[in-house]
């Protein structure tokens, strides 16, 4: 019987501080505010926009939404992006991706200012994650696994720890933020052979695969935490993870679930960084 | 009996690319020119400083040397950084590190303009590692070490790596090199527990710790090919890099040597980057 980490005790704690930082800052007339950057109407985006409405909500940051239609132009959208960049009383910016084929999803990326990029999409940021320096935000999936780990004392420092994927929204920012907590990493790709063993080497498995179901218990063991990035709706409808759930959570120490895990803290993140954005930028 | 990966053949082989496309653009009255920054005259430096200039003479890059003294000021190395930017004639910069105590080395190394860092140690080039993008240039160590591999065809697709530290100069952006070929990689610290198990899972293991002979027949295998990027004068003043050579060549399927490994290919990838950024700047 696994330990199941959910994401809601560290939400908790963390609107908790968050609110706390809004407190102090509209003491001195700010309102930490959030520009949402949207393309369209994928059902997913709606969907993230919602809770982090939510989130912002109980924490008391502003939201200003700028929507674009789905077949909007790249001057259209790099319009916007310079309206955020100029706007004073904006202090980050979530745009939803991945864009629509018309867009250089680069080119985007790199005309927002990198101290409004809350999401850790710029290369400023990611350079940031890379040399752990304080330039830019962490993609906030990749920093959620870590908020999860630390707020349930997972030990890190000296053990092994394997991710599964390599993206740039996950995989890699992961590994990055656990070597930067001196747990000895190793990146797993789908060119990975024997992926089950080296799952097993790990004390600590953050699954960010993006295939529903694709680590069983072969993969695991006992002693192990798992961290569960994926989020997939399965032929019943429900969600689920990369990681089965039902096979993992009797032979591993603790595990985090889907949905209620990852997931939830993301939006926590995001919501934080808009915060921090602000701080430092009143100086605080 | 290790085959020994020695770094003559690669450097011919990268001086004969660098010289032809040092050809082209004299063709189009350009020289590419290196501008090579030094405060004081530590004996590393001036080592290095004599094979990057015998090394640009053979392929046809032209040298122009800044000197400044130990005691130089922040604000003297950035006017001359400043001067290094605007001069159009000059395609790279090598900036000799560490620098003395009296400089801020991020302030330093944001300073240089991102298309002359040939040596990789700006944020621009750092995350073009991180994410395999074309932005500014590879630390030349690092490269160095992904120059043997390819040059002597080491398999890396699917196969396992381990990198032995992790700085900004080696370990990480190897790792992230590695990463690129489809490795499997893990990027081992000094917290690290069982180093010498963990080695010994490597199909590749690329020392680069800093530390004379701190990797000895207990993290090896027979299979294995190590890259050896440590370079230390022993107790009888002689060269040796960061893995015990004698104890690790009759074990292993391959080594790089020291000296005459790793170290001798650097100057070359350094040197190419100017010539790059040249033929970059010409369109060519």
Redesign the interface.
């Known amino acids: 019987m696994a330990t199941i980490l959910k994401g809601a005790p560290v939400v908790a704690a963390m609107n908790e501080r968050n609110a706390a930082l809004c407190e102090q800052l509209k003491a001195k007339g700010i309102t930490p505010t959030l520009a949402m950057v949207r393309v369209g109407e994928r059902e997913d985006d709606l969907s993230y926009e919602r809770g982090v409405i939510a989130r912002c909500g109980k924490v008391g940051v502003e939201v200003k939404q700028f929507l674009l239609p789905a077949d909007a132009s790249q001057d259209d959208l790099l319009k916007v992006i310079a309206e955020v960049n100029a706007e004073d009383t904006i202090h980050g910016c979530l745009l939803f991706r991945p864009l629509p084929k018309q867009f250089n999803d680069?080119t985007v990326r790199a005309a927002l200012a990198p101290e409004k990029d809350i999401d850790g999409i710029t290369?400023?940021s990611?350079?940031?994650?890379?040399?752990n320096?304080d330039?830019g935000y962490a993609p906030c999936t990749a920093q959620a696994c870590l908020e999860i780990l630390k707020y349930y004392n997972i030990p890190l420092?000296?053990?092994?720890a394997v991710v599964v994927g390599?993206s740039?929204v996950v995989g890699?920012p992961a590994?990055?933020m656990l070597?930067r907590e001196?747990a000895?990493?190793?990146?797993?790709?789908s060119?990975?052979?024997n992926l089950p063993a080296?799952c097993k080497?790990a004390d600590v498995v953050v699954v960010a695969m993006g295939k529903m179901g694709a680590v069983g218990a072969d993969c695991l063991r006992e002693g192990q935490t798992v961290v569960d990035v994926g989020i997939h709706v399965n032929e019943n409808g429900k969600l689920c993870g990369d990681v089965k759930f039902s096979e993992a959570e009797p032979v591993v120490d603790a595990i985090t679930p889907v949905p209620g895990g990852v997931g939830t803290v993301t939006t926590s993140v995001l919501v934080g960084h808009v915060v921090q954005a602000a701080a430092k930028k009143a100086g605080l």
Chains 1, 2 share one sequence.
């Open positions: 680069r290369d400023d990611l350079a940031g994650v890379f040399t320096t330039l420092s000296g053990r092994r390599r740039l890699k590994a990055m070597d001196n000895t990493v190793t990146i797993c790709n060119r990975t052979q080296i080497e």
